[in-house]
């Protein structure tokens, strides 16, 4: 067992030098760094919720908001409402909620206009090649982890394919994130099922919340967080009736937001709020109110994972 093991961490040593000596010289990525995400991958622990707590106690944590999408395109719509326009809304008034807050630092991706903030665009600019070869180098790790048994493919939702520019964005989020010590990401999202028109109202109702699967190196520590989010979602709306998403609380391995095979250190969640057409978000009288109930809910419940743990565990 032990002589497989290393022969198969040296396989993948091997592979990963192949595609990164061409990018070392560059100083666009170490073999050190690709190294130290391999091991990491399959053998390191996670860092666990009492460590992340213990932080936010001593100093200042950051958070991460990423209202989902871009500026012109991506993201379901209902007749003339557009996902990516309310997520930007209910962003903001996240946002704002976490003032309240002096442990915890809030960064948001996008401005009030809906572009990608400067300092995230720079980001993945400069570092273009260096997202490419992380996200590169985890999909052959993992895939070889398939191979190896060390890592099992589970798909309970199927979802759409993100645009090139999309992914490039996504993975650079989940490095940056790395790079910078962001120590929570919320990536906001409202909700729709495949197969439903544009202009037509759906038949399901209700939130749900993507969670890094069980293998991934950051799943405990996001489950706790998205149960105890969850908990003050229910106050509000519904969990999902969609038969997959039942009961409002899905692992994921798939989604870049989960950080991929492995790709984010830290914890990362994607709530789906309310389905599109829903009359709460539809209604005009009623969207604005919905939107800062639950920025609301979603503040009280990171507050409740770092200062009720004991509750949390006996949900869990």
């Known amino acids: 067992m ?20 061409a990018l070392e010289k560059n100083q666009l990525i170490s073999f050190d760094d690709t190294l130290s995400y391999v091991a990491g991958l399959f053998f390191a622990e996670e860092i ?28 379901t719509e209902y007749k003339d409402l557009r996902e990516r326009d309310i997520v930007l809304a209910l ?7 976490f003032q309240k807050d002096t442990h915890i630092k809030t960064f948001v991706t996008r401005d009030g206009s809906g572009d ?11 570092n273009k090649e260096a997202i490419k070869i992380f996200r590169t180098t985890a999909a052959v790790t993992a895939k070889y982890g398939v191979i190896s048994g060390q890592f099992e493919r589970n798909v309970v939702v199927e979802h759409n394919n993100a645009s090139s520019i999309s992914s490039l964005f996504l993975h ?4 940056y994130a790395n790079d910078n010590n962001i120590n929570l990401v919320l990536h906001l ?37 998205a149960l105890a989010i969850a908990s003050r979602l229910k106050e509000v709306e519904p969990p999902s009736n969609y038969p997959k998403e039942r009961p409002g609380l899905i692992e994921d391995q798939d989604l870049i937001a989960m950080g ?3 790709t984010r250190d830290g914890v990362s969640l994607l709530v789906e709020y309310s389905y599109i057409y829903e009359k709460q978000l539809t209604d005009p009288n009623l969207r604005d109110k919905t939107l800062r109930d639950l920025a609301h809910a979603t503040y009280l419940g990171v507050e409740d994972y770092f200062n009720n743990s004991d509750t949390l565990s006996v949900a869990r």
């Open 2 to 21: 032990i002589k497989s093991r290393v022969l198969s961490l040296t396989f993948i040593v091997f592979v990963v030098l192949v595609l990164t000596i």
């Open 48 to 75: 666990p919720s009492s460590q992340i707590r213990s932080e936010y106690a001593s100093s200042t944590l950051k958070l991460l908001i990423v209202p989902g999408h871009e500026k012109d395109t991506g993201g």
């Open 91 to 97: 962003s903001k008034y996240l946002s704002l909620e």
């Open 116 to 126: 990608f903030v400067p300092w995230l665009s720079d980001y993945v600019t400069r």
């Open 172 to 175: 650079g989020i989940n490095k």
């Open 189 to 225: 999202h409202f909700n729709d099922y495949p197969g439903r028109k544009y202009n037509k109202p759906g038949i399901y109702k209700g939130f749900a919340i993507y969670m890094p699967e069980s293998q991934l190196p950051n799943a405990n520590a996001s489950r706790e967080l």
């Open 260 to 262: 991929p095979n492995g």
